[in-house]
């Protein structure tokens, strides 16, 4: 299965990808800002306008402004006026971006994984991004971006010979067996997973009947159950992708590392966009409307139908289910129409992962310590702990 579109197209598709040209402008900008150059307008902008369209929505939103000492503050420093949607794309149209390197465009994508939130609406930010005025500076700086394939090392498919699992320090009470309880075989832990959602999903269909507003918060993603081996490949510097890339992140500082000995001929389902997503949902649905609908419906605006894939049957056919960096640029927290009447989402997944859904890996060598290094060539970068021994 090849990729869906070029890194142009999936930079553009998808707000994930969209919020991933803003870091880079946010880098840009705020490199020059150190440097002597003074604020950059298309931050300030988008700050204002952002932290506005929060607001008229009823976000509860805090706006940070520096008046100097002794300065008055006047009404524009307390309440802004919202920038036109073509003045934000004339400021982006005035920014060029510098020659990509590896370090810039990892933490740009590392910004815009955090910034996912598949429970309430889209941020500001990513709720402008995706405005029809805004979408031909960012398809220029897609355009600048999108051969940087070979600094980065971005794969469309699964790397089955250089993936590693992460154990994140102090990641305890997340639902997994207890240290004395035997750990589950993958077919296990899947058919538990299946059982649960159809039996949660049938008792909560009655509130299918009542106002949206009424209903509470539940369970958002659409990833395999915890518990379900998991791993992604690395970048080009050899730094695993999931040390960085991290939905809903725990603000972990520590991880140990082992390589997964996968089977070269291990068959991998590929995500590489929104239409083999759809085809994973059409091949094997699995119903989780009255589970989904209040959280989904508030991240997309859409009350209908929703399906994801049910990984049990799935693991009949494929070992494993990979989503590719482009895949998820492209259609992470996007609407993804299943058929007429029903749709999907992507959310909790993260970058390059790999969920596992067979007993065919193992985990081989020594673990590898990894940490967050404030003190590194740039900030809060990943670095590997070597042995004194």
Known sequence: MGAEMDMQAALLAGRRGRRLLYELVAASQLEQDTEGGGPAPVLGAFHDAAYLVAKERGDAVARF????????????????????DAELAALLDQVALPEPSLPTVRRALAASVDAAMYWQPPDGEDTLLGRADIIPPLRRL??????????????????????????????????????????????????????????????????????????????????????????????????????????????????????????????????????????????????????????????????????????????????????SIAGYLATAGEVVPVDEHTASLIAGWDPDATYWLRDETALVGQAQRWVLDDAGPGPDDWVRVRSSG
């Not at 402004?65 to 036109?84: F, K, N, Q, W």
């Not at 305890?172 to 997973?193: I, K, N």
């Open 65 to 84: 402004v520096a008046v100097p000492e002794g300065a008055p503050v006047t009404t524009a420093d307390l309440e802004p006026v919202m920038p036109t």
């Open 142 to 323: 897609a355009g600048a971006l999108g051969p940087s394939r070979p600094v980065t090392g971005w794969r469309d498919a699964c790397a089955r010979a250089d993936q590693w699992s992460i154990n994140w320090d102090d990641v305890q009470g997340l639902g997994g067996p207890g240290p004395e309880e035997p750990v589950p075989s993958a077919a296990e832990c899947l058919a538990r997973w299946k059982k649960q959602v159809v039996r949660e999903n049938g008792r909560r269909r009655r509130e299918l009947r009542r106002p949206l507003r009424k209903l509470g918060s539940g369970s958002w993603w659409s990833t395999p159950p915890f518990g379900t081996v998991r791993s992604t490949g690395r970048f080009a510097d050899g730094t695993p992708v999931g040390l960085w890339c991290a939905e809903d992140g725990m603000g972990w500082r520590g991880a140990q590392l082992r390589r997964l000995s996968v089977p070269a001929d291990a068959p991998v389902y590929e995500i590489t966009g929104p239409n083999s997503w759809a085809r994973l949902c059409r091949q094997y649905p699995l119903e989780v409307t009255a589970l989904r609908r209040r959280d989904w419906f508030d991240t997309t605006g859409r009350d209908g139908r929703w399906v994801i894939p049910d990984f049990s049957a799935v693991a009949r056919d494929y070992a494993g289910v990979h989503l």
